[in-house]
């Protein structure tokens, strides 16, 4: 899987597994520029290898500096990196466009506790069913995890009580339903942001030669009946029909609207998408609601043409939806 925050925590695990001390570190807020967000995880062994990024550059050469200078030996530890008035940091490090990163540090010794809490965490990013938050105190480095809300923010730093909670969530999900060009670079493009993709199609005659990406998952199967099994799809996920053969289409977003899946679309014209709405209604059964979970036609409105433009609209569309950001404020 090409998600880096899973490749840490497995690293971590295989680490841990080895006898070996990690120090695991989770951004818990940034501000102004960064490339990584609230939540992302880093993990490094006494010998500065690691695995993941804090900032994608000048920070985690100095942290990894100052783990094999002993630096951090506390079993959990805040540092503020980019803000000068402040001493848990280093005020040599300079953020591009001033920003600040706040990062928490914890020392995990290779104990059956931590090797358990650690397992746990990877398989809530696995099957993301139930929905869990990591809970870390600062006083002493105690962690647990606790079941919490489908949704919320994903980093709370309590100040009073000194934990740190950190939502552990599904890992970003692609379903596509059939296979096409503009399948394929979905695919490429949805690899490259880390997300799980799968391609699903029962259609020998479509998939002999079909190309995808390295990582990518191949179903030789109906895709509603993949995406209808239990646990498959999370909110975490997004399903993408993108054939043109409404046997295809249409039968898996009639799937998908049963589910969790945060963004389902599928592809066709303004015409193409207002037939298809008529049909599911009176032939798939959907309500006025199921039709508006519905994105079509598809993907953000850049004039595309091409099948990797028309690629590039779609998971453009997912991010933004991932992100919480309405059309309007585009």
Request: net charge negative.
């Amino acid at each position: 899987m090409n998600n880096l925050d899973y490749q840490v925590v497995t690293q971590a695990i295989s680490w841990l597994e080895e006898g070996r001390t990690i120090w695991f570190c989770t951004v818990l807020s940034t501000f102004g520029s960064s490339p990584r967000e609230p939540g992302s995880l880093m993990v490094a062994s006494a010998d500065g290898k690691h695995v993941g990024s804090l900032s994608g550059g000048c920070v985690e050469e100095d942290f990894l500096e100052r783990v094999t200078t002993g630096d951090f030996e506390s079993p959990a530890v805040t540092v503020r990196y980019g803000d000068s008035k402040d001493d848990r940091g280093n005020p040599r490090i300079k953020l591009p466009c001033g920003g600040v990163l706040e990062v928490l540090i914890e020392k995990m010794s290779a104990n059956e506790e931590t090797k358990v809490h650690c397992a746990r965490i990877l398989d809530a990013m696995v099957s993301g069913q139930p929905p869990v938050a990591r809970q870390v105190r600062l006083t002493d480095g105690a962690k647990w995890l606790e079941t919490i809300e489908p949704t919320g923010p994903r980093v709370v730093v309590s100040q009073a009580e000194e934990i740190v909670t950190i939502r552990v969530g599904a890992i970003a999900r692609l379903i596509l339903a059939g296979y096409s060009a503009v399948a394929e670079a979905c695919a490429s493009f949805a690899v490259s942001l880390g997300y799980e993709v799968i391609v699903c199609d029962p259609r020998e005659e479509v998939t002999a030669n079909m190309r995808l990406p390295e990582g990518v998952q191949f179903q030789p199967v109906l895709p509603s009946l993949y995406i209808s099994a239990e646990g498959t799809c999370t909110a975490s996920t997004a399903v993408v029909a993108a054939t043109h053969d409404p046997k295809i289409d249409d039968l898996a977003v009639m799937a998908a609207v049963k589910t969790p899946a945060s963004y389902i679309g599928v592809m066709g014209s303004l015409k193409t998408s207002k037939a298809r709405s008529e049909r599911l209604r009176r032939s798939g059964g959907l309500s006025d609601e199921d039709i508006r979970r519905i994105h079509m036609p598809i993907g953000l409105q850049l004039g595309s043409k091409t099948p990797s433009e028309i690629a590039l609209a779609i998971m453009a569309d997912i991010v933004r939806v991932r992100r919480g950001r309405d059309i309007d404020e585009l």
